[in-house]
């Protein structure tokens, strides 16, 4: 199984991706002082005052302009970022994300910290947590989920622009900024912020306002802090906030878990069960990596656990798990007769280890 960032991407996918718009809070920002420039205000081509890159005195005119501010702004000294997601189902809470990001100068250096909790029908509750330390090199993801802890080690696949933004937000500032007007003007600690907000139909199209997006921004285009609230109706909402909790920050410390992550971390493979009937079960190579020689194979059925080592590398075509008569777990090229292989349960569970201990496939499965 790829184990990659994949696993905090699908996270911020899940609670992120229904989101129409991301905008900004309500109240008055606390800024971090910051040796940024203060904006001289301008007038615009139109004959409206420029109150920050990108913001007139009346809107957001130019979004792209605005980001770019935001980015450049961030990354120039360092920065911590907090954003949280929540959703409700039939009134009832049914997801929430929280993230911290610290990023040093440049974005180099960052430490992304996700906890997500989520709730089933039953009312019962799950949380995921997700940290990710990135240098300029390599990331190195740690998994924790139902007491399970995994890691992924991989070259580093993102610029430092990526950790500047979480789910949509950069997005819908770029494809629905304009729809945001100013709505005050506020000093503070030498600087003008801007609050700007949207209330718009984006659900639907039905005429009906169903989505309240706030941004304050300061005079230097940093978006300080951001709200949206999204209804989509019979109990059905999102709510996104993203804040600047400090500009210029040192480059985060390697955490002491990044000496547990294992070497195999960094084997990209995927693994997938394809069958599973009364005596075998299927499981195929798809890509990437090979299971190295020595991986462990355990498959838990009616409650017992069985074993065994591979002795050979795993990295083509599929290899049928099977219980042998005798009792041992055997890991072959084809299927075994009836006759050769314990009947498996209607439910089991299979794992695949590195000989270092690193996961590389787990799942449970069940066969009517």
């Not at 997005?171 to 700007?196: K, N, P």
Request: contains cysteine; hydrophobic residues 35%; aromatic residues 8%.
């Amino acid at each position: 199984m790829n184990r990659a960032i994949v696993s905090l991407v699908a996270l911020l996918v899940l609670l992120a991706g229904c989101s129409s718009l991301t905008g900004g809070p309500a109240g008055t920002p606390t800024p971090t002082p910051t040796d940024t420039p203060t904006a001289t205000p301008t007038p615009t081509p139109g004959g409206a005052e420029e109150l920050a890159p990108g913001v007139t005195s009346e809107r957001i005119e130019n979004p792209v302009t605005l980001i770019d501010a935001h980015q450049r702004g961030l990354l120039a000294d360092g920065f911590v970022v907090n954003q949280t997601v929540t959703s409700t189902y039939n009134g009832e809470p049914s997801n929430r994300l929280n993230l911290t990001l610290t990023a040093g100068p440049g974005g180099e250096v960052a430490y992304l910290n996700g906890t997500s909790s989520g709730f089933d029908f039953e009312g019962n509750e799950s949380v995921i947590v997700n940290s990710v330390w990135v240098n300029t090199t390599h990331q190195y993801n740690r998994h924790i989920e139902s007491g399970s802890t995994t890691y992924d080690l991989q070259k580093r696949l993102y610029p430092a622009e990526y950790f500047v933004w979480f789910g949509s937000l950069q997005r819908d500032i770029q494809f629905a900024g304009t729809d945001h007007e100013v709505t005050s003007v506020e000093s503070g600690d030498g600087l003008d912020y801007i609050t700007l907000t949207a209330t718009i139909d984006r659900v639907g199209n039905d005429g009906v306002t169903d989505t309240v997006s706030t941004l304050v921004v300061d005079e230097n285009g940093i978006i300080r802090s951001a709200d949206v609230r999204v209804d989509y109706g019979e109990g059905q909402t999102y709510h996104t906030t993203y804040e600047v909790v400090q500009l210029g920050a040192a480059a985060p410390e390697r955490p002491a878990w990044v000496d547990a992550v294992p070497p195999s971390a960094s084997l990209q493979l995927e693994l997938d069960v394809f069958g599973f009937n009364e005596s075998s079960i299927e499981l195929v190579h798809l890509y990437g990596d090979a299971v190295p020689e020595g991986a462990i194979v355990t498959v838990i059925s009616n409650g017992t656990l069985y074993e065994t080592t591979l002795d050979e590398p795993f990295g083509d075509d599929r290899r049928y798990l099977w219980v042998a008569t005798d009792g041992t777990l055997r890991a072959t090229a084809d299927p075994p007769s009836l006759e050769a292989a314990r009947t498996l349960g209607q439910e089991v569970t299979v794992e695949v280890h590195a000989p270092d201990g690193g996961e590389l496939f787990a799942t449970s499965i069940g066969r009517r």
